[in-house]
């Protein structure tokens, strides 16, 4: 590996310790935000009430989410890469059975060494859909799964490129703000849907009777407060949106490293490209792979049209870049090192 690719995996590697940090602390913040602003508006509205009425002064709800987020944190960290295995349906391979799982854990085997990684624990995932992913929260506990697809589609040259692919991602570190990122993605959506139904809720309740009462408690409240209470609410419906979001622009410019560092592994970009290839000319999206695990795949499982494009809002929506440019850069690669040896 050249000084260049040294100093560019170090990069990564501290830049995804950072952003592993970050995301952690924001999400740990936004938490505590909807606590917080909860017990401020709960605090506006009782304030005025009967001396005998509740009256809303202890925080009790910003320091129970503020805690739970924390907690949360931790069990995704825990948990996340079984949560991930989990949804997708993967078996893990102890033993293989038949030539073709044989060879599959040969090959990680391979190309363990030639990352100079532990070996990661290896997971089948039962969908004819070529596609692979890699879990985990660091080299020495790592994950790589591949779909049956993949197996059926890719010959030994392929499939080692794909698993070297992967095994960048590994040794990125990508894998554990990635999968950190799927865990805290499925938790604000669960948590989102619970209190978005305790809203509706309470808005058709509030809608069958006393709607005169609570006219009048809003113009008591104030312009403020109403505008609060209605950024608290919004806060709370989008945020599976905005973390949905968050994870898949973290994953795109990813790709093109753990392109490179396959390349690296097995010395044969030509073979990434090509399976890279197949991979894109399948016909069904992955239907084993949730949404919020789709930035961690080789490929986008859901087939969805932005990452077929560039700019700045493919970004934002696309979790991979397009193929069509991964697969020309792994072919300018192979096209360079062949004029390296002609001219040897």
């Known amino acids: 590996m050249s000084d260049f690719e040294t100093t560019n995996l170090f990069e990564q590697q501290d830049a995804n310790r950072r952003r592993t940090r970050w995301l952690v602390v924001v999400f740990i913040l936004f938490f505590g935000w909807l606590g917080f602003g909860g017990d401020w508006i709960l605090y506006q509205v009782t304030k005025g009430a009967e001396p005998n009425a509740y009256h809303h002064v202890f925080p009790w709800a910003g320091i129970a989410l503020t805690t739970f987020a924390g907690l949360l944190a931790l069990y995704a960290w825990k948990t996340g890469p079984n949560k991930v295995l989990w949804s997708a349906g993967a078996r893990e391979i102890q033993t293989p059975s038949g030539d073709a799982e044989t060879r599959l854990v040969n090959v990680v085997e ?169 991979i894109e000319r399948a016909d069904e999206p992955t239907t084993s792979i949730k949404r919020g695990s789709a930035h961690l795949c080789i490929a986008d499982p859901l087939g969805r049209k932005a990452s077929l494009r560039e700019g700045k809002l493919a970004d934002i929506f696309g979790t991979h870049p397009p193929m069509a440019i991964r697969v020309a850069r792994l072919k300018a690669m192979g096209y360079r090192a062949g004029s390296v040896e002609a001219t040897a």
């Open 110 to 278: 391979e190309m363990a060494i030639a990352s100079g990684i532990p070996k990661p624990r290896v997971w089948l995932i039962a969908d004819p859909d070529p596609n692979a992913f890699a879990t985990g929260v660091d080299a020495d506990h790592s994950h790589i799964a591949v779909t049956d697809g993949l197996l059926a589609v890719c010959n030994r040259d392929e499939l080692q490129a794909v698993i070297a692919h992967e095994m960048g991602h590994v040794k990125n570190l990508d894998v554990r703000l990635m999968t950190l990122l799927a865990a805290l993605v499925g938790a604000v959506a669960l948590m989102s849907d619970g209190m978005g139904r305790v809203l509706w809720g309470h808005a058709r309740f509030g809608a069958l009777g006393g709607s005169r009462s609570r006219g009048k408690r809003d113009n008591d409240l104030g312009p403020l407060v109403l505008v609060l209470i209605a950024v608290w609410v919004i806060s709370w419906l989008l945020a599976p949106l905005v973390t949905r979001m968050l994870a898949l622009g973290v994953s795109r410019k990813r790709e093109f490293l753990a392109d490179a560092m396959s390349a690296q592994f097995t010395r044969n970009p030509l073979a990434l490209a090509s399976a890279l290839e197949k």
